[in-house]
């Protein structure tokens, strides 16, 4: 009885697995599969979906309307393929991100939300993303950003001669004058050694492009449709600039354009531009000289190390803000309390010119009205509590007219240098592309 009834089991032990055989035969597993080789990693399919589902979801956030999908599937795929390159270069160099230094920037990142940390973490799962996926992206994006600035800051040359031909041309762009412009762009980059058949089929993107924009298609998906740009896929936005710090190649057909306008196609030796204004801001009268903007503040700052952590900073900040809002006098307690060197002058920095100090501290002191002093502000030195005394523009001397001019020419010249670095990077690249749609 007893062997019967375990050979009954057995045969209903059988019947469900071939059943449950059978099942996954009629649906069949996907087999990720790889689509292309650069130098000798490979993109696989399953990234390529991952990336993509990561770019819709920012897009819909941004009320782009989507490209068509294979669009958006080969431009994707490009846009990893040159990432990975430079990724590759930067390990061969030696660039790392530790932990520690991704561990801050996830905080400023889930700061910058208005969430914690733990709460941050869990609205992303709530949406899907693998937490530790969305940090080694977050590691790769502050990699590729330190890579930029250190290979392209090394092959930016600014001549004497530039520079003197700067100064001697004060009125050059007078019709905006030292307008603030918001722009976007598209740029279809053109390989080194192009041959005469690809100048043209990427010359013919190019007017497909601009052509879609002539008709009224929007600026952001055009640009996630056709544009090489890292900033692609985020509409081409290339933020607020004064106008002289734009490349020549786009300073020359803004002043063309008026707001919600796009240029024709540019040409420079990197590919093909589209230039859009977006907005101005100022830049009625004519530049008449060098005049530059000094401002006079003091700083508490409290650093961040071993001992202290950004949680710790940002809270003695927060107790000593409050104190100085109920009364308490500015200069004494930044020599109680501020971890620099001009703790023993009350926190005075003395006159500030633009770019004296790092992008955070300045723009946070540039929105202070005189005597207001801000929240806790966070710099690559720590936090700090800026209270901004006085402010005056004045003409320059003729070393700080020359410094401010070089300035200007290397921010001009940035965005050209690195585009050129990269279609170099790529260029020398082996790529072997396995989708089967290509």
Known sequence: MIFRILLLCLFSWLSLVSAHAQTRRAQPLEIDRIIAVVNEEAITAFELRARQATVERQLRGQNVQLPPREVLEKQLLERMITDRVQLQFARETGLRISDIELDA???????????????????????????????????????????????????????????????????????????????????????????????????????????????????????????????????????????????????????????????????????????KLIDKQGGSGVKTGVALKQTRARHVLIKVNELVSEAEARRKLVVLKERLDNGADFAELARLNSNDLSATKGGDLGWLYQGDTVPDFEKAMDALKINQISEPVQSPFGFHLIQVLERRTEDATAERQRLSARQVLRERKADEAYQDWVRQMRDRAYVEYRSEER
């Open 105 to 275: 920037a996830m905080r400023r990142i889930a700061e910058g939300n208005r969430m914690s940390l733990q709460d941050f973490r869990a609205a992303l799962e709530k949406d899907g993303i693998v937490w530790s996926k969305f940090r080694e992206e977050i590691r790769e994006e502050i990699v590729l950003s330190r890579l930029r600035d250190r290979e392209v800051e090394s092959r930016i040359v600014v001549s004497d001669g530039e520079i003197d031909n700067y100064l001697a041309n004060p009125d050059q762009g007078a019709e905006m004058g030292n307008a603030e412009v918001q722009t976007a762009h598209i740029i279809l980059r053109v390989p080194e050694q192009a041959t005469p058949d690809q100048l043209m089929r990427i010359g013919a993107r190019a007017q497909a492009a601009l052509d879609q924009l002539r008709r009224g298609e929007s600026f952001a998906k055009v640009a996630a449709s056709y544009s090489d740009a890292p900033d692609g896929l985020t509409g081409g936005l290339m933020g607020a600039r004064p106008l002289d710090r734009l490349p020549a190649l786009y300073a020359d057909a803004i002043r063309k354009l008026k707001p919600g306008e796009v240029s024709d196609i540019l040409r420079s030796p990197a590919g093909f531009h589209i230039v």
